[in-house]
């Protein structure tokens, strides 16, 4: 009960709060390890082999530091007689901290106010969420970018988090946001990463292989419409991505919409299979109800995770 219930005023947290500013985040942490041991060691010969061994020790020491510091928490609450309350307002902190589902909703709403307003706006917004170029996006495209990122990001940032809690607990989760935030950094096919995050970029395709499917279905589910499965399946793994593809083509499914095309990342065009076929323009009510398919998937996962909690 007590894991259900931290689990719940983390989530009530996040839809509150999003990630506040003035709060000191571990995934900033994170990035700034990872920034230090890209600048070390991605240079000279073997950048694949220095790469994965970076990789493999940033995501293991991040599991054993969680591992190792909840039991001290919990040692020192019985010490100071409060119990374990030390070691759930911990564990509710961190997985407050490794949920994502409102600040990317607050930030897509404002892309689609923006561009509104005028195209260069809604370029510089959506600059803030995606890594490709925005600077020469039309409205249609600046709009679709930032609904094919909150269907990519309802995975990374909300169900793949929960799906490795129930799995491992809130080390599993702690070790997924690091994995994630690796392959954000270095994860990209490009002549600075393609060697040195190849194995980042892996890890992060197993890590998120099942919760990208399972958030697929549960956006299908709330949508009312669980029988296109077969259709997202089919078109999620045209992707580039063995993952990105399936939320991107549930939410294409429900609104009849088409994502993909061409990208300008660095510098270089890359293209995405098209997903959907009616290339419709997008609208703000789109938006809104794709925002509604998100919190209501959002919330099914966590009442799934607080189950398997109580079960356990």
Excluded at 126 to 131: D, E, H, Q, S, Y
Aim: charged share 20%; aromatic share 8%; net charge positive.
């Amino acid at each position: 009960m007590d894991k259900a219930l931290t689990l719940l005023a983390a989530w009530l947290a996040d839809r509150i709060l999003g990630d506040p500013s003035w709060m000191p985040h571990p995934v900033v942490g994170f990035g700034k390890l990872i920034a230090a041991g890209e600048k070390r060691w991605n240079q000279g010969t073997h950048r694949r082999r220095k790469g994965a061994l970076l990789a493999i020790a940033l995501v293991l020491g991040t599991f054993l530091a969680t591992f190792a510091l909840l039991p001290a928490l919990r040692t020192l609450g019985q010490h100071l007689g409060i119990g374990v309350i030390l070691q759930r307002a911990a564990e509710g902190v961190l997985i407050f901290f490794c949920l994502a589902g409102t600040t990317l909703i607050r930030e897509v709403r404002e892309v689609f106010r923006a561009v509104d307003r005028s195209v260069k706006e809604g370029r510089e917004r959506v600059a803030r969420i995606v890594g490709r170029d925005t600077s020469d996006l039309t409205p249609q495209e600046i709009r679709t970018a930032a609904l094919e990122t909150l269907a990519e990001n309802l995975n990374d940032g909300v169900i793949a988090p929960l799906f490795w809690l129930a799995l491992l607990g809130v080390p599993g989760m702690m070790a997924y946001k690091m994995v994630n935030t690796l392959d954000s950094m270095v994860g990209y096919r490009n002549e600075r990463y393609i060697e040195f995050g190849r194995f980042a970029a892996r890890m992060d395709d197993v890590a998120g292989w099942v919760p990208a499917r399972l958030t697929a279905f549960l956006m299908l589910l709330v949508a009312g419409r669980p029988g296109r499965i077969g259709w997202v399946h089919e078109n999620g793994c045209k992707h580039l991505s063995p993952n990105s593809g399936h939320p991107e083509a549930a939410l294409a499914a429900i609104l009849d919409c088409r994502f993909g095309g061409p990208h300008n990342y660095f510098g270089q065009e890359v293209w995405k299979p098209y997903i959907g076929e009616n290339d419709r323009p997008l609208t703000t009510e789109d938006m809104e109800r794709a925002v509604r398919i998100n919190q209501w998937a959002e919330a099914l996962m966590v009442l799934l995770v607080s189950a398997v909690s109580l079960l356990g």
